[in-house]
């Protein structure tokens, strides 16, 4: 499954932002959705995600209370809403998707940054 993420941009602290990633090539029935971030020089960490089918989500303690993830049917998308953005929210995010224990399917990057 080929990944186009996308909705990042700069917005102030308390902010909002909605990132998208779309599939193409398949649908994402069977598949569990990722959001992923990665500051320079730091090891890509764990947002979110979702399971396609089952709609179950999981949220790194760091955004539990200010992101949600979830999922457009119809449109074959996954959505991510950044709420009360923080500085330390800056990063390259990244989504990607699985059906086995591998992260192996991975989009390009949209970058957010968050100023004081």
């Known amino acids: 499954v080929q990944l186009q993420a996308c909705g990042g941009g700069s917005v102030r602290a308390g902010g909002s932002l909605r990132l998208s990633c779309a599939a193409s090539?398949?649908?994402?029935?069977?598949?569990?959705i990722g959001w992923f971030r990665q500051v320079p020089g730091k090891e890509r960490e764990f947002v979110a995600s979702?399971?396609?089918?089952?709609?179950?989500?999981d949220y790194a303690h760091s955004v539990e209370d200010r992101f949600t993830i979830s999922r457009d049917n119809a449109k074959n998308t996954v959505y991510l809403q950044m709420s009360d953005l923080k500085p330390e929210d800056t990063a390259v995010y990244f989504c990607?998707?699985?059906?086995?224990?591998?992260?192996?399917?991975w989009g390009q990057g949209t970058q957010v940054t968050v100023s004081s």
């Open positions: 990607a998707a699985r059906n086995s224990n591998t992260w192996d399917n």
């Open positions: 090539g398949r649908t994402f029935s069977g598949f569990a």
């Open positions: 979702i399971w396609w089918s089952s709609g179950i989500t």
